[in-house]
């Protein structure tokens, strides 16, 4: 079945630091990707997707670019700032059902 | 423009006890997603919804669990009779037909089951 793999955390960085998150996939054929945020106390809010091949997802400074050829979608960030603190999620749909296969979420902390 | 709206945002109650969660999605979106979050488990479909119609309820745990959307603007989750295990965050999640994958999530309603 589809599953994602993402990188354990928490992540702890200081302000300005490079981010990365990585993230694989298992699927057949060609899923959409999305990263999702989870801010504390609140639900997940979708950051960016990608739904084809070699497609780039881009939002608010975040990057991930859709790798078939290693399946994966790696979230980065140039400099993060304390308000960036939240829980990331990657995930997958595929197929027409539309429903989203999420990996564990990795907990990023920014500090100042 | 309103979000989805999840009722109550806090729920604690006692095993065995009837727990009901609310969730009205955003105006004109055709699905409707629930989810459990749990720190050993993560994020899990429930069931979803499209039209109003239950489409696929195969993460629905057991017996105890069930849900229903009576209309386009309003949906339940029922579990009945908790139990500790049950305790997690709950979020209801819509999505509109033209943007299906995208989907937009409620705020949660955390439950603890005494």
């Known amino acids: 079945g589809n599953s994602v793999t993402q990188m354990e955390g928490p992540v702890t960085l200081s302000e300005e630091a490079f981010l990365t998150i990585n993230c694989t996939y298992t699927a057949t054929g060609y899923p959409s990707l999305f990263w999702y945020v989870q801010y504390p106390g609140e639900g997940l809010q979708l950051l960016l997707k990608?739904?084809?091949?070699?497609d780039k997802g881009s939002n608010k400074g975040f990057e991930a670019t859709y790798r078939k050829e290693t399946t994966s979608f790696h979230l980065e960030k140039g400099s993060v700032q304390v308000s960036d603190s939240a829980v990331y999620f990657c995930a997958l749909s595929y197929g027409s059902n539309y429903k989203l296969t999420f990996g564990k979420g990795t907990l990023l902390t920014v500090n100042p | 423009d309103a979000g989805v709206i999840q009722s109550p945002r806090h729920e604690v109650t006692e095993m065995g006890q009837e727990v009901t969660l609310r969730c009205k999605p955003i105006?004109?979106?055709?699905?409707l997603f629930w989810y459990r979050q749990t720190m050993m488990r993560g994020l899990e479909l429930l069931i979803y919804f499209n039209n109003n119609v239950p489409i696929d309820d195969s993460g629905m745990p057991e017996d105890r669990f069930s849900a229903k959307m009576p209309n386009a603007s309003f949906s339940t989750l029922k579990i009945q009779p908790s139990e500790p295990r049950d305790s997690a965050v709950y979020f209801c999640?819509?999505?509109?037909?033209?943007?299906?994958?995208?989907?937009?999530f409620g705020p949660g309603t955390r439950l603890l089951v005494l």
């Open positions: 999640a819509s999505s509109p037909f033209e943007r299906q994958e995208t989907q937009y």
């Open positions: 990608a739904t084809k091949a070699d």
């Open positions: 105006s004109g979106h055709d699905y």
